[in-house]
Protein backbone atom coordinates (compact mmCIF):
# COMPACT_ATOMS: atom_id res chain seq x y z
CA UNK A 1 0.00 0.00 0.00
CA UNK A 2 1.44 3.35 -0.65
CA UNK A 3 1.49 6.10 1.51
CA UNK A 4 2.96 6.31 5.14
CA UNK A 5 0.61 3.88 6.90
CA UNK A 6 1.07 0.45 6.07
CA UNK A 7 -1.02 -2.99 6.27
CA UNK A 8 1.15 -5.87 8.23
CA UNK A 9 -0.73 -9.78 8.55
CA UNK A 10 -0.26 -10.43 12.33
CA UNK A 11 -0.96 -14.35 11.66
CA UNK A 12 2.73 -14.28 10.09
CA UNK A 13 4.01 -12.93 12.67
CA UNK A 14 2.50 -15.53 15.03
CA UNK A 15 3.70 -17.84 12.85
CA UNK A 16 7.28 -17.12 12.71
CA UNK A 17 10.48 -17.46 9.60
CA UNK A 18 11.82 -15.18 7.17
CA UNK A 19 7.85 -13.56 6.31
CA UNK A 20 7.96 -12.55 10.24
CA UNK A 21 10.99 -10.64 10.06
CA UNK A 22 9.84 -8.57 7.25
CA UNK A 23 6.49 -7.82 8.99
CA UNK A 24 8.18 -6.60 12.03
CA UNK A 25 10.63 -4.21 9.46
CA UNK A 26 7.15 -2.98 8.03
CA UNK A 27 5.95 -2.19 11.61
CA UNK A 28 8.72 -0.32 12.23
CA UNK A 29 8.68 1.59 9.52
CA UNK A 30 5.22 2.31 9.73
CA UNK A 31 5.21 3.19 13.19
CA UNK A 32 8.21 5.66 12.38
CA UNK A 33 6.15 7.41 9.41
CA UNK A 34 3.03 7.90 11.42
CA UNK A 35 2.25 6.22 14.41
CA UNK A 36 -0.22 3.72 12.45
CA UNK A 37 -0.72 0.98 11.65
CA UNK A 38 -3.69 -1.76 9.34
CA UNK A 39 -3.69 -5.23 10.59
CA UNK A 40 -4.85 -8.06 9.08
CA UNK A 41 -5.03 -11.44 10.64
CA UNK A 42 -5.67 -10.64 13.64
CA UNK A 43 -8.17 -13.23 14.31
CA UNK A 44 -11.12 -11.38 15.60
CA UNK A 45 -14.77 -12.71 14.72
CA UNK A 46 -16.31 -9.64 12.52
CA UNK A 47 -20.16 -10.70 13.57
CA UNK A 48 -18.68 -9.84 17.10
CA UNK A 49 -17.99 -6.26 16.36
CA UNK A 50 -20.95 -5.83 13.80
CA UNK A 51 -23.40 -6.88 16.79
CA UNK A 52 -21.90 -5.01 19.62
CA UNK A 53 -22.02 -1.99 16.77
CA UNK A 54 -26.02 -2.89 16.64
CA UNK A 55 -26.86 -3.03 20.32
CA UNK A 56 -24.91 0.33 20.84
CA UNK A 57 -26.68 1.63 18.47
CA UNK A 58 -30.26 0.81 20.05
CA UNK A 59 -28.22 2.78 23.45
CA UNK A 60 -27.81 5.55 21.56
CA UNK A 61 -31.33 5.55 20.12
CA UNK A 62 -32.57 5.99 23.58
CA UNK A 63 -33.97 8.69 24.63
CA UNK A 64 -31.69 11.81 26.45
CA UNK A 65 -33.52 11.01 29.65
CA UNK A 66 -33.42 7.21 29.40
CA UNK A 67 -29.44 7.93 28.69
CA UNK A 68 -28.88 10.31 31.81
CA UNK A 69 -29.47 7.29 34.23
CA UNK A 70 -26.17 6.18 33.00
CA UNK A 71 -24.60 9.80 33.02
CA UNK A 72 -20.22 9.79 34.06
CA UNK A 73 -17.59 12.52 33.80
CA UNK A 74 -15.08 12.04 31.84
CA UNK A 75 -13.09 8.92 32.83
CA UNK A 76 -16.31 7.35 34.87
CA UNK A 77 -17.90 4.44 33.14
CA UNK A 78 -20.90 4.89 31.00
CA UNK A 79 -22.51 7.17 29.01
CA UNK A 80 -20.70 10.86 28.26
CA UNK A 81 -22.72 12.69 26.48
CA UNK A 82 -22.01 15.52 23.96
CA UNK A 83 -20.41 17.90 24.94
CA UNK A 84 -18.15 16.78 27.64
CA UNK A 85 -15.15 16.36 25.31
CA UNK A 86 -12.62 18.40 23.35
CA UNK A 87 -9.91 16.04 22.40
CA UNK A 88 -7.88 19.15 20.84
CA UNK A 89 -7.30 21.02 24.66
CA UNK A 90 -4.65 18.04 24.96
CA UNK A 91 -2.65 19.96 22.05
CA UNK A 92 -3.48 22.90 23.74
CA UNK A 93 -5.50 23.96 21.04
CA UNK A 94 -9.10 25.49 22.33
CA UNK A 95 -11.70 23.87 20.32
CA UNK A 96 -15.28 23.65 21.00
CA UNK A 97 -16.44 20.55 22.59
CA UNK A 98 -16.22 17.46 20.02
CA UNK A 99 -19.16 16.15 18.33
CA UNK A 100 -19.84 12.81 19.81
CA UNK A 101 -21.16 10.81 22.27
CA UNK A 102 -19.47 7.56 24.59
CA UNK A 103 -20.83 4.30 26.24
CA UNK A 104 -17.22 3.07 27.86
CA UNK A 105 -16.51 0.36 29.90
CA UNK A 106 -13.31 -0.28 31.47
CA UNK A 107 -10.83 -2.59 33.55
CA UNK A 108 -11.75 -4.59 36.13
CA UNK A 109 -9.13 -6.25 38.06
CA UNK A 110 -9.04 -4.33 41.08
CA UNK A 111 -5.68 -4.30 43.78
CA UNK A 112 -7.80 -4.10 46.62
CA UNK A 113 -6.28 -0.50 47.40
CA UNK A 114 -10.01 1.47 47.31
CA UNK A 115 -8.34 4.87 46.31
CA UNK A 116 -6.25 3.23 43.47
CA UNK A 117 -9.58 0.64 42.58
CA UNK A 118 -11.86 3.67 42.50
CA UNK A 119 -9.59 5.72 39.97
CA UNK A 120 -8.46 2.55 37.79
CA UNK A 121 -11.03 0.40 38.22
CA UNK A 122 -14.25 1.13 39.06
CA UNK A 123 -17.64 -0.86 38.57
CA UNK A 124 -19.03 -0.90 34.57
CA UNK A 125 -22.38 0.13 34.21
CA UNK A 126 -24.71 -1.64 32.03
CA UNK A 127 -28.06 -0.18 30.52
CA UNK A 128 -31.13 -2.35 31.64
CA UNK A 129 -33.06 -1.24 28.38
CA UNK A 130 -30.33 -3.00 26.18
CA UNK A 131 -29.08 -5.91 27.97
CA UNK A 132 -26.99 -7.45 25.14
CA UNK A 133 -24.97 -4.83 25.29
CA UNK A 134 -23.27 -6.31 28.55
CA UNK A 135 -22.07 -9.44 27.36
CA UNK A 136 -20.87 -8.43 23.82
CA UNK A 137 -18.69 -5.72 25.02
CA UNK A 138 -17.23 -7.59 28.17
CA UNK A 139 -16.63 -10.47 25.36
CA UNK A 140 -14.91 -7.94 22.65
CA UNK A 141 -12.99 -6.51 25.44
CA UNK A 142 -11.74 -9.62 26.43
CA UNK A 143 -10.72 -10.01 22.58
CA UNK A 144 -8.82 -6.50 22.08
CA UNK A 145 -6.73 -6.84 25.58
CA UNK A 146 -5.16 -10.21 23.92
CA UNK A 147 -4.87 -8.67 20.74
CA UNK A 148 -3.51 -5.70 22.20
CA UNK A 149 -0.92 -8.00 24.37
CA UNK A 150 0.12 -9.34 21.55
CA UNK A 151 0.48 -6.30 19.46
CA UNK A 152 2.81 -4.79 22.57
CA UNK A 153 4.98 -8.03 21.67
CA UNK A 154 4.94 -7.92 18.07
CA UNK A 155 6.34 -4.29 18.48
CA UNK A 156 8.71 -5.47 21.08
CA UNK A 157 10.21 -7.75 18.13
CA UNK A 158 10.04 -5.19 15.80
CA UNK A 159 13.00 -3.14 17.97
CA UNK A 160 14.67 -6.24 17.82
CA UNK A 161 13.94 -6.64 21.84
CA UNK A 162 12.40 -10.39 22.74
CA UNK A 163 12.34 -12.81 25.40
CA UNK A 164 13.65 -11.03 28.45
CA UNK A 165 14.33 -7.97 26.85
CA UNK A 166 11.32 -7.60 26.10
CA UNK A 167 10.45 -3.69 27.69
CA UNK A 168 6.58 -4.38 28.74
CA UNK A 169 7.30 -8.17 30.12
CA UNK A 170 5.24 -8.33 33.36
CA UNK A 171 4.02 -4.53 33.25
CA UNK A 172 0.46 -5.69 31.64
CA UNK A 173 -0.81 -8.19 34.00
CA UNK A 174 -2.76 -5.51 35.59
CA UNK A 175 -3.41 -3.25 32.95
CA UNK A 176 -5.57 -0.21 33.05
CA UNK A 177 -7.61 0.18 29.63
CA UNK A 178 -10.83 1.59 28.71
CA UNK A 179 -12.75 0.84 25.65
CA UNK A 180 -14.89 3.45 23.95
CA UNK A 181 -18.20 3.24 21.67
CA UNK A 182 -18.42 5.96 20.04
CA UNK A 183 -21.25 7.67 18.17
CA UNK A 184 -20.83 10.60 15.58
CA UNK A 185 -24.26 11.91 14.86
CA UNK A 186 -25.76 13.21 11.76
CA UNK A 187 -25.17 16.53 11.15
CA UNK A 188 -29.17 16.51 10.93
CA UNK A 189 -29.06 15.99 14.26
CA UNK A 190 -25.96 18.24 15.74
CA UNK A 191 -26.88 21.11 14.17
CA UNK A 192 -24.74 23.43 11.80
CA UNK A 193 -21.32 22.63 12.99
CA UNK A 194 -18.57 25.22 15.16
CA UNK A 195 -15.68 26.94 13.13
CA UNK A 196 -13.02 24.50 14.35
CA UNK A 197 -15.07 22.10 15.38
CA UNK A 198 -14.70 17.89 15.18
CA UNK A 199 -16.45 14.80 15.94
CA UNK A 200 -12.91 14.70 17.56
CA UNK A 201 -11.02 17.16 17.62
CA UNK A 202 -6.89 16.86 16.37
CA UNK A 203 -4.94 14.31 19.28
CA UNK A 204 -2.75 11.89 20.05
CA UNK A 205 -3.76 9.23 22.13
CA UNK A 206 -2.51 8.67 25.48
CA UNK A 207 -1.33 4.97 26.55
CA UNK A 208 0.46 2.12 24.53
CA UNK A 209 -1.37 1.03 21.79
CA UNK A 210 -5.23 1.91 20.43
CA UNK A 211 -6.97 -0.81 18.73
CA UNK A 212 -10.20 0.58 16.19
CA UNK A 213 -12.48 -0.63 14.43
CA UNK A 214 -14.31 1.69 11.84
CA UNK A 215 -16.83 2.74 9.90
CA UNK A 216 -15.57 4.59 7.04
CA UNK A 217 -17.26 8.23 6.07
CA UNK A 218 -17.05 11.33 4.61
CA UNK A 219 -17.07 12.60 8.23
CA UNK A 220 -14.28 10.08 9.34
CA UNK A 221 -10.80 9.39 10.54
CA UNK A 222 -7.39 11.44 9.61
CA UNK A 223 -3.99 11.09 10.24
CA UNK A 224 -1.26 13.13 9.93
CA UNK A 225 2.09 12.39 8.72
CA UNK A 226 5.42 14.32 8.26
CA UNK A 227 5.34 12.79 5.04
CA UNK A 228 1.83 14.20 3.95
CA UNK A 229 0.21 16.18 6.56
CA UNK A 230 -3.63 15.89 7.13
CA UNK A 231 -4.82 12.43 4.80
CA UNK A 232 -7.73 10.32 4.77
CA UNK A 233 -6.87 7.14 6.66
CA UNK A 234 -6.64 4.13 4.80
CA UNK A 235 -9.34 1.69 5.34
CA UNK A 236 -9.60 -2.58 4.71
CA UNK A 237 -12.74 -3.98 5.76
CA UNK A 238 -10.60 -6.58 7.21
CA UNK A 239 -8.43 -4.94 8.75
CA UNK A 240 -8.15 -3.13 12.43
CA UNK A 241 -6.54 0.50 12.73
CA UNK A 242 -4.28 0.70 15.27
CA UNK A 243 -2.17 3.67 16.54
CA UNK A 244 0.26 4.06 19.35
CA UNK A 245 -0.20 6.88 21.71
CA UNK A 246 1.58 8.95 24.17
CA UNK A 247 3.08 6.25 26.93
CA UNK A 248 4.45 4.23 23.91
CA UNK A 249 6.08 6.95 21.91
CA UNK A 250 7.70 7.93 25.42
CA UNK A 251 8.81 4.55 26.10
CA UNK A 252 10.49 4.00 22.72
CA UNK A 253 12.69 7.20 22.98
CA UNK A 254 10.83 9.32 20.47
CA UNK A 255 11.76 6.40 17.99
CA UNK A 256 8.04 6.23 17.30
CA UNK A 257 5.71 9.39 17.49
CA UNK A 258 2.01 8.90 19.04
CA UNK A 259 0.06 9.10 16.03
CA UNK A 260 -1.66 11.99 15.43
CA UNK A 261 -5.04 11.80 14.36
CA UNK A 262 -8.51 13.65 14.31
CA UNK A 263 -12.44 13.14 13.12
CA UNK A 264 -13.67 15.37 10.95
CA UNK A 265 -17.02 17.04 11.08
CA UNK A 266 -20.18 15.64 9.87
CA UNK A 267 -20.53 16.67 5.97
CA UNK A 268 -22.90 19.28 4.25
CA UNK A 269 -22.78 16.35 1.07
CA UNK A 270 -23.55 13.28 3.51
CA UNK A 271 -26.09 15.25 6.10
CA UNK A 272 -27.45 11.30 7.01
CA UNK A 273 -24.05 10.27 7.82
CA UNK A 274 -24.20 8.54 11.67
CA UNK A 275 -21.09 6.34 12.46
CA UNK A 276 -20.06 4.29 15.34
CA UNK A 277 -16.62 3.79 15.92
CA UNK A 278 -15.39 0.73 18.71
CA UNK A 279 -12.20 1.81 20.47
CA UNK A 280 -9.43 -0.11 22.89
CA UNK A 281 -7.10 1.88 24.30
CA UNK A 282 -4.73 -0.34 26.36
CA UNK A 283 -1.80 1.15 28.33
CA UNK A 284 -0.13 -0.55 31.73
CA UNK A 285 -0.52 -1.41 35.03
CA UNK A 286 -1.43 2.24 37.02
CA UNK A 287 1.80 1.47 38.89
CA UNK A 288 4.18 0.26 35.85
CA UNK A 289 7.48 2.45 35.98
CA UNK A 290 8.42 3.07 32.55
CA UNK A 291 12.17 3.42 31.63
CA UNK A 292 12.45 5.22 28.39
CA UNK A 293 14.53 3.23 25.90
CA UNK A 294 18.00 4.92 24.93
CA UNK A 295 19.81 5.09 22.00
CA UNK A 296 20.83 3.71 19.49
CA UNK A 297 17.03 2.02 19.54
CA UNK A 298 15.24 5.97 20.96
CA UNK A 299 16.11 8.73 19.13
CA UNK A 300 17.63 10.73 22.13
CA UNK A 301 18.46 9.53 25.61
CA UNK A 302 18.12 10.65 28.95
CA UNK A 303 14.58 10.47 29.71
CA UNK A 304 13.48 9.94 32.98
CA UNK A 305 11.42 7.18 34.35
CA UNK A 306 7.43 8.05 34.96
CA UNK A 307 4.42 6.21 36.15
CA UNK A 308 2.16 5.01 33.55
CA UNK A 309 -0.96 6.04 35.92
CA UNK A 310 0.62 9.28 36.93
CA UNK A 311 1.09 10.14 33.01
CA UNK A 312 -2.20 9.13 31.66
CA UNK A 313 -4.01 10.67 34.25
CA UNK A 314 -2.45 14.58 33.57
CA UNK A 315 -3.84 13.78 29.31
CA UNK A 316 -7.30 12.98 30.49
CA UNK A 317 -7.37 16.07 32.88
CA UNK A 318 -6.55 17.85 30.23
CA UNK A 319 -9.71 16.61 27.20
CA UNK A 320 -11.86 17.30 30.26
CA UNK A 321 -14.48 20.40 29.18
CA UNK A 322 -14.91 22.70 32.54
CA UNK A 323 -18.69 22.43 33.22
CA UNK A 324 -20.41 25.90 32.83
CA UNK A 325 -20.44 27.72 35.93
Request: aromatic fraction near 8%.
Amino acid sequence: MSGPILTVDISQWRTGGEAASALCAAVDKSLQQAGFLLVTGHGIDPELPASLRAAAREFFALPTEVKEKYAVAVGGRGWIGPGMEANGYAEGTETPPDLKETYNCGAQTPVGDPDVDALWFPPDVWPAEVPRLHELFVEYCRQMQALSDDLLDLMAASLGLTGESNPFLGLTDRATWTSNINHYPAITETGPVEDGQYRIGPHTDFGTVTVLDREPGAGGLQVYSTQGGWADAPYDPTALTINIGDLLEYWTGGRWPAGRHRVLPPQVDAPDEDLVSLIFFYEANHDAVVTPLEKPIGTESGRSPVISGDFILERLDAITVAPTP
